[in-house]
């Protein structure tokens, strides 16, 4: 499956943005799909995940109460809603696949997006 993520830009702290991951395959339902960061100078990091059908998710810590994943399988996307940001949620957020149902585990997904640049100003 390919995926697509958008929605990346510049805000202030406090603000919020909404990012998007589109599937090109209607099999990704079958996909659990994640959210991964990347800022400079650190490794990727798992932000979010959902499972196939949406019945379960993990939020890492440093977004628990902030950000929102829910995924939509008749449009073959995964919405990540990213409220009261702050400066080091900046980063480059790639949303990604595994044949899963769900893991919470980066070596697991194998299927990547290009990355959105989310940028967030103190």
């Known amino acids: 499956v390919q995926l697509q993520a958008f929605g990346g830009g510049l805000v202030q702290a406090g603000e919020s943005l909404t990012l998007s991951c589109a599937a090109s395959a209607s099999t990704q339902k079958w996909y659990g799909v994640g959210w991964f960061r990347q800022a400079d100078g650190e490794s990727r990091k798992l932000v979010s995940a959902t499972s196939w059908n949406g019945g379960r998710t993990y939020y890492d810590d440093s977004v628990k109460g902030r950000f929102t994943i829910s995924r939509n399988n008749d449009k073959a996307t995964v919405v990540l809603q990213m409220n009261s940001l702050k400066p080091e949620d900046t980063a480059v957020y790639y949303c990604?696949?595994?044949?899963?149902?769900?893991?919470?585990?980066?070596?697991?997904?194998?299927?990547w997006g290009q990355g959105t640049q989310v940028t967030v100003s103190s």
């Open positions: 990604a696949a595994t044949q899963s149902l769900y893991s919470e585990y980066a070596t697991e997904y194998n299927s």
